[in-house]
Nanobody
Framework: QVQLVESGGGLVQAGGSRGLACPASGTIFSINFMGWYRQAPGKQRELVAEISSSGRTNYADSVKGRFTISRDNAKNTVYLQMNSLKLEDTAVYYC???????????????WGQGTQVTVSS
């Protein structure tokens, strides 16, 4: 019903910047929260940032001041601007969206397939 596809991953030097985008497509009535998780090898998947439909944001302490989450409701797209990247930011980044496909249905969380972000020294 709903698909999310991340883009923008790749190799970036420490201290550099990278922007990720994740548009949602399919049968969408409304979207509540959107956001990003990441998972590094051998580590638990962690919430990086999330943003509500009204623009309220939450960030992991590890990325506060460096990452910025935003969304374009007209395009059903969530973004993650990553600045001052560190080696420990290396991970697969997954976007999510909590979507209602009908006004009668509950929100369902959908996931993208992930995009690799590798920070090198």
């Amino acid at each position: 019903q709903v698909q999310l596809v991340e883009s923008g991953g790749g190799l970036v030097q420490a201290g550099g910047s990278r922007g990720l985008a994740c548009p949602a497509s399919g049968t969408i009535f409304s979207i509540n929260f959107m956001g990003w998780y990441r998972q590094a090898p051998g580590k638990q998947r962690e919430l990086v940032a999330e943003i509500s439909s009204s623009g309220r944001t939450n960030y992991a302490d590890s990325v506060k001041g460096r990452f910025t989450i935003s969304r374009d409701n007209a395009k059903n797209t969530v973004y993650l601007q990553m600045n001052s990247l560190k080696l420990e930011d290396t991970a697969v980044y997954y976007c999510f969206a909590e979507v209602r496909s009908s006004s009668r249905w509950d929100f369902v969380r959908y996931w993208g397939q992930g995009t690799q972000v590798t920070v090198s020294s």
